[in-house]
């Protein structure tokens, strides 16, 4: 099989080290998108399209989804909802939750932020996604999160559970993976 992730592209929120919300591209942000639509173009990638709902992957996707044969919005595939964080920069929130920060950073996997989730949740909420995948076999290009990128590598190839939150997942470069589900071979290509 053929699926191909890719974060959104730089987001106002990026360029400010700020977590979660739902902003919009940065101008940077718009030019991956053109780039990824003419990447698109001249490679052979996999024809279904599916993207978070949130806009920064709307608008990566804007220049690129009529090449696509079919493309679908998927909420599953938003990013970890970091609750009562939303909106801090990392700075505030090791100021504001200090006991909450050092928790995360002992236990990045298991640590559910305060009514948000934690990549274990995420590893759940991310899985029927991959099932119907592998169910019909559908090669997939999907346009999502750094968080929720982690967890479908986790379903998708073999990495240690505790691995999950620290995989390298970079802005602007496209995780290409190939073989059979549960252990495919990964490739970055920054674009
Ligand atoms: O906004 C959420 C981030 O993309 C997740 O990254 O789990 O490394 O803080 P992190």
Redesign the pocket.
């Known amino acids: 099989m053929h699926i191909i992730i890719s974060r959104h592209g730089e987001s106002n929120y990026n360029l400010e080290n700020r977590?979660?919300g739902d902003p919009s591209l940065s101008a940077r942000g718009h030019e991956y998108g053109k780039r990824l639509a003419k990447y698109c173009k001249d490679n052979d990638v996999p024809e279904h399209l599916i993207s978070s709902q949130l806009v920064r992957a709307r608008q990566t996707v804007f220049y690129s989804s009529k090449i696509f044969s079919t493309y679908e919005i998927c909420p599953e595939l938003n990013?970890?909802n970091?609750g009562v964080v939303e909106h801090l920069t990392?700075e505030e929130f090791k100021n504001r939750y200090p006991d909450e920060h050092k928790r995360r950073m002992n236990d990045?996997l298991n640590f559910r932020y305060l009514e948000g989730e934690s990549?274990v949740d995420l590893i759940e909420r991310t899985r029927p996604i991959v099932e119907e995948i592998v169910k019909t076999e559908k090669d997939t290009f999907i346009v999502c999160?750094?968080?929720v990128a982690r967890a479908l590598l986790f379903h998708l190839m073999k990495i240690d559970k505790k691995q999950v939150?620290h995989q390298e997942i970079p802005l602007h470069t496209i995780l290409d993976l190939t073989g059979k589900p549960g252990e495919m071979n990964l490739t970055y290509h920054e674009i």
């Open positions: 977590i979660g990013e970890i970091a990392y990045k990549y999160h750094r968080a939150p």
